[in-house]
């Protein structure tokens, strides 16, 4: 049937060679065919006619065009069409090859038909099956190509127009591209193929031949095949870029949200007559290319201003251009070319650098230009668009210091969004991940990965690292769930806590507590590592409170102490409690020694060295820290040391919670909580503690209430009131008392015996040792220091000895025990009472062993099993082990029973070695 209709509908040759007011003449070598047209100027639809009557000689066609304008400017200016768009639709036109007019008139005849007045784009997939060529190729892929074209037919909807049908934008376009891909293989004049392969380029007839299984990649693979066509070179810009605008009709790039203001900045600039060239700069992360693919996905949906319809967005590949141009100029000969392409596509084009600062010095050897300054020429005289991004560092760094380059360029700022605006971001992205990934993403779960990113990420931006931790959630949940080790496939909450802990260090109860319930509880948590200093510590909760639920002015940090005091009370070791309860672990905090800045140039290392000078590449130690660690405690030690200008970074500091360091980026403080301690009046308290050993509670507070006064105009005469009143709290510790010592000895020892845990062994002490240890540690001058350098000699140095020479092995308990006759503190071994499993066990094995025994005799050597025997001392004077004593004595400090009872002294009072023990001994605890 197609082949008959194909024949009927074949050209006719004619003889006419009449010419009428001709204009122009082109001469080209093609076959011997007559053919002529007569009816393209009624497919404009324009106010410029066009005609054109093809004569074939023997070997050379003639093609004249006749021109009949209405009168306009454009007859005084001297030009048929004044639009670029039309010009190239004339072209397009006056080069179609005798196929591709049957393909048009078949087109044509079908709008005519159902009397409608545009020629769309199905018309011409419609045209192009009446096609002998493309009949048979189509039938490569094993489709009925008459039952496509009846199906064709059958959708078109009667119209009431009666006139002659005009070409429709869409229809216009595919023609543009199939003269740009006919010029591109070498022709002069476009073919059915040519315009094939351009309708891909209309969503409705490329959606329409793919469901039928014909694919634009499919088609140019068998053309190339073909000896009667050769398949277009791609273009320098095609070789070297991604066409983004493509990429969006394919559905490959992620939809963008929350970047509305900025996309219509980007489309006023690119509407400019001058500098119409935008540049976005931003952060690593904030989502600078997601606003040009923002740009690209409204191009394709229409939603675009009308002059920036059809547009398309080519990003370049500077690494591309670049790879294998070892020669001198070739880059810039590829570079040249791409530009040139650029300029030809008459505005068409518009040419995306993703890292633009990387064009500065690119391909730049000697004797050669660099890229920034081949481009300047064209930018300058505004025939391209280029559109780049770039970070903030990057954009000071090379564009500030090329200021013709950079005057050619629109800057738009990217900010980092906030927590709601990243929220909505990732829930317009999240369906995208959940189809790669095969899961769904709960509510919580994205608000949750936007939360803890911003608040324990602090080295990166949103949505970036919001992004990143839904993606690696939905990978660990994929995994489980394939492994069944998982019943559902939903990423909750749990899953981005448990990558955001994976990648911070700090543990999962840390951050799935109740920041509400901590801040109750404040002082109460705090005292679980700190002893005594009630006043300072109620103080500090408060000012911590007020400051976590927005009491305090917004942008200051969360609270700011100076801690005043004797030495070796626990300033410092009330900062280290401090960074875990509130932020999670010990280690977020920024310790600075200030002693290290008591030099003026010194102050510059805070904040980086100024340019020119040593150090400005690193930055400041401590806008660097705080930018890595925004949650932490920033603790400033001995401040009084530091030079007076470092003073006046404080003042900022203190009240704007941001520091600026020396390339110009600013740093928040307001997650942060500021201490600043000091040693000032320090022989002032030495000479009042020296007197407060053996006096009573009440004289020591009337003491301490004097020492704080005294402190305080210290403080005053030393430090500026301006600095002084931006402090939250002024706060004095008070000396420790022999009450202190005995609570700070357990805890000493609590540290050790968790060292000796991670080996293998147990610690225990008794309440005799434990109190020598307060009491021999006690010094009112120096605090808890003493004691601590006490425990090392004391305890932790012959533990060590006794571990080394095999006296203690792993799975041993070691008890400490002071023996008053010797003034020294000695060391045993106990083992672990059997739990009541473990006594069933040893009598069930007793009975076995001891076979026709009887009970009684069981239960006697069961009662001997368990009980504490004394053994003879050895040779050099250590330890010998004992067994465990009688069950009812109270457990010894230290002691983890794991089910067992604690282990118990011996009933015998004989000496064992250095440990001589009483049964019923009321100071053992």
């Known amino acids: 049937m197609f082949g008959n209709l194909f024949n009927q509908k074949r050209l006719e040759k004619k003889e006419d060679k009449t010419e009428v007011n001709t204009t122009t003449t082109t001469q080209q070598i093609v076959p011997s065919i007559n053919v002529e047209q007569s009816t393209h100027e009624d497919l404009f639809g324009d106010t410029t006619r066009v005609h054109e009557t093809i004569r074939v000689e023997p070997e050379v066609m003639t093609t004249t065009k006749t021109t009949h304008e209405k009168s306009s400017d454009n007859e005084k200016q001297g030009g048929l069409v004044s639009s670029p768009a039309a010009r190239e639709n004339v072209t397009a036109l006056s080069r179609l090859d005798p196929r591709a007019t049957q393909v048009l008139h078949q087109a044509q005849a079908l709008a005519k038909k159902n009397s409608q007045s545009l020629i769309e784009p199905a018309h011409l997939l419609y045209g192009l099956l009446y096609d002998g060529e493309i009949f048979k190729l189509l039938e490569q892929f094993?489709?009925?190509?008459?039952?496509?074209?009846?199906?064709?037919?059958?959708?078109?909807?009667?119209?009431?127009?009666?006139?002659?049908?005009?070409?429709?934008?869409?229809?216009?376009?595919?023609?543009?591209?199939?003269?740009?891909?006919?010029?591109?293989?070498?022709?002069?004049?476009?073919?059915?193929?040519?315009?094939?392969?351009?309708?891909?380029?209309?969503?409705?007839?490329?959606?329409?031949?793919?469901?039928?299984?014909?694919?634009?990649?499919?088609?140019?693979?068998?053309?190339?095949?073909?000896?009667?066509?050769?398949?277009?070179?791609?273009?320098?810009?095609?070789?070297?870029?991604?066409?983004?605008?493509?990429?969006?009709?394919?559905?490959?790039?992620?939809?963008?949200?929350?970047?509305?203001?900025?996309?219509?900045?980007?489309?006023?600039?690119?509407?400019?007559?001058?500098?119409?060239?935008?540049?976005?700069?931003?952060?690593?992360?904030?989502?600078?290319?997601?606003?040009?693919?923002?740009?690209?996905?409204?191009?394709?949906?229409?939603?675009i201003p009308k002059d920036l319809e059809n547009r398309k967005i080519m990003q370049l590949d500077l690494a591309s251009l670049i790879a294998g141009a070892s020669h001198r100029g070739e880059f810039e000969e590829r570079f040249r070319a791409v530009i040139k392409e650029a300029q030809a596509s008459t505005g068409q084009l518009i040419l995306f650098i993703d890292e633009i600062h990387s064009l500065i010095g690119a391909g730049d050897t000697e004797g050669s230009m660099d890229a920034s300054n081949i481009i300047k020429p064209y930018l300058a005289r505004g025939q391209i668009q280029l559109i780049g991004t770039t970070t903030t560092a990057e954009f000071r760094k090379y564009f500030e210091k090329d200021k013709a380059f950079?005057?050619?360029?629109?800057?738009?700022?990217?900010?980092?969004?906030?927590?709601?605006?990243?929220?909505?971001?990732?829930?317009?992205?999240?369906?995208?991940?959940?189809?790669?990934?095969?899961?769904?993403?709960?509510?919580?779960?994205?608000?949750?990965?936007?939360?803890?990113?911003?608040?324990?990420?602090?080295?990166?931006?949103?949505?970036?690292?919001?992004?990143?931790?839904?993606?690696?959630?939905?990978?660990?949940?994929?995994?489980?769930?394939?492994?069944?080790?998982?019943?559902?496939?939903?990423?909750?909450?749990?899953?981005?806590?448990?990558?955001?802990?994976?990648?911070?260090?700090?543990?999962?109860?840390?951050?799935?507590?109740?920041?509400?319930?901590?801040?109750?509880?404040?002082?109460?948590?705090?005292?679980?590592r700190f002893i005594d200093q009630e006043e300072a510590v109620v103080s500090i909760a408060e000012s911590i409170r007020r400051g976590r639920i927005g009491l305090s002015a917004a942008n200051r940090p969360i609270a700011s102490f100076i801690f005043l005091g004797p030495t070796g009370v626990g300033k410092t070791e009330l900062a280290k409690a401090m960074a875990e309860i509130l932020f999670g672990k010990e280690e977020a905090m920024v310790r600075l020694d200030m002693s290290e800045y008591m030099e003026k140039h010194e102050v510059a290392k805070l904040i980086g060295a100024p340019p020119g000078y040593v150090g400005y590449e690193e930055g400041g130690q401590l806008t660097e820290a705080v930018r890595t660690k925004p949650y932490s405690i920033v603790l400033l030690d001995e401040v009084e040391k530091a030079h007076p200008d470092v003073f006046n970074i404080l003042l900022q500091l203190l009240e704007d919670g941001r520091l600026t360091d020396n390339k110009g980026n600013t740093i928040s403080f307001k997650n942060t909580v500021i201490i600043a301690t000091s040693n000032i009046g320090s022989q002032i308290i030495q000479k009042v503690l020296s007197s407060v050993a053996n006096i009573s509670e009440q004289e020591f507070n009337k003491k301490f209430a004097d020492l704080t006064k005294t402190l305080m105009d210290e403080l005053h005469k030393f430090f500026r009131p301006e600095l002084l009143n931006r402090f939250d709290e002024l706060v004095v510790f008070k000396p420790l008392s022999p009450h202190d010592m005995t609570d700070i000895a357990k805890l000493g020892i609590e540290k050790t015996r968790k060292l000796l845990k991670d080996q293998g062994y147990d610690l225990q002490i008794s309440e005799v040792a434990l109190n020598q240890l307060a009491k021999e540690g006690y010094d009112p001058v120096y605090g808890a220091r003493p004691l601590r350098r006490l425990i090392q000699a004391a305890i932790e140095n012959p533990i060590s000895l006794l571990i080394i020479n095999k006296t203690f092995v792993p799975q041993d308990s070691i008890l400490i025990e002071f023996d008053a006759t010797k003034n020294?503190?000695?060391?045993?071994?106990?083992?672990?009472?059997?739990?009541?499993?473990?006594?069933?066990?040893?009598?069930?094995?007793?009975?076995?062993?001891?076979?026709?025994?009887?009970?009684?005799?069981?239960?006697?050597?069961?009662?001997?099993?368990?009980?504490?025997?004394?053994?003879?001392?050895?040779?050099?004077?250590?330890?010998?082990?004992?067994?465990?004593?009688?069950?009812?004595?109270?457990?010894?400090?230290?002691?983890?029973?794991?089910?067992?009872?604690?282990?118990?002294?011996?009933?015998?009072?004989?000496?064992?070695?250095?440990?001589?023990?009483?049964?019923?001994?009321?100071?053992?605890?």
């Open 142 to 303: 094993s489709i009925d190509v008459a039952k496509i074209s009846q199906e064709i037919e059958a959708k078109q909807e009667k119209g009431s127009f009666s006139g002659q049908p005009t070409l429709s934008e869409g229809s216009k376009q595919i023609l543009e591209e199939a003269y740009n891909t006919a010029k591109l293989r070498g022709s002069s004049f476009l073919s059915p193929e040519d315009i094939l392969l351009s309708v891909f380029s209309q969503a409705i007839t490329a959606d329409f031949l793919k469901s039928k299984g014909i694919e634009k990649q499919g088609i140019e693979d068998k053309l190339s095949k073909s000896s009667n066509y050769s398949v277009a070179k791609k273009s320098m810009i095609e070789k070297y870029s991604i066409d983004l605008t493509e990429e969006a009709k394919e559905g490959r790039l992620d939809p963008v949200a929350g970047r509305d203001t900025e996309i219509e900045r980007l489309i006023h600039i690119l509407l400019r007559r001058t500098k119409n060239n935008p540049i976005i700069i931003g952060e690593a992360g904030v989502g600078k290319t997601a606003v040009v693919e923002g740009l690209a996905l409204k191009i394709v949906g229409g939603e």
């Open 406 to 528: 950079e005057r050619r360029f629109q800057p738009i700022l990217v900010e980092e969004p906030q927590e709601d605006v990243a929220c909505q971001m990732l829930e317009v992205l999240a369906p995208k991940y959940e189809k790669f990934h095969n899961v769904t993403y709960s509510k919580e779960s994205i608000e949750s990965a936007v939360h803890l990113s911003k608040k324990y990420i602090g080295e990166r931006f949103l949505p970036d690292k919001a992004v990143d931790l839904i993606d690696e959630a939905a990978a660990e949940v994929k995994l489980a769930y394939s492994e069944g080790k998982r019943k559902e496939n939903e990423v909750n909450k749990e899953d981005i806590e448990k990558v955001v802990s994976a990648w911070t260090g700090i543990p999962i109860t840390k951050l799935t507590e109740d920041e509400s319930q901590k801040l109750l509880k404040l002082e109460e948590l705090i005292h679980k």
């Open 824 to 925: 020294e503190f000695t060391f045993s071994k106990v083992q672990k009472q059997l739990s009541e499993e473990g006594k069933d066990a040893q009598e069930s094995n007793n009975l076995q062993e001891a076979g026709n025994e009887t009970q009684s005799q069981s239960n006697e050597a069961q009662t001997k099993a368990t009980q504490r025997v004394p053994s003879e001392a050895n040779g050099n004077g250590q330890q010998n082990i004992n067994q465990a004593p009688p069950a009812n004595q109270e457990p010894v400090f230290g002691y983890d029973n794991n089910g067992m009872t604690p282990p118990q002294p011996p009933q015998n009072p004989e000496v064992n070695g250095n440990l001589q023990m009483q049964k019923d001994d009321p100071n053992t605890i």
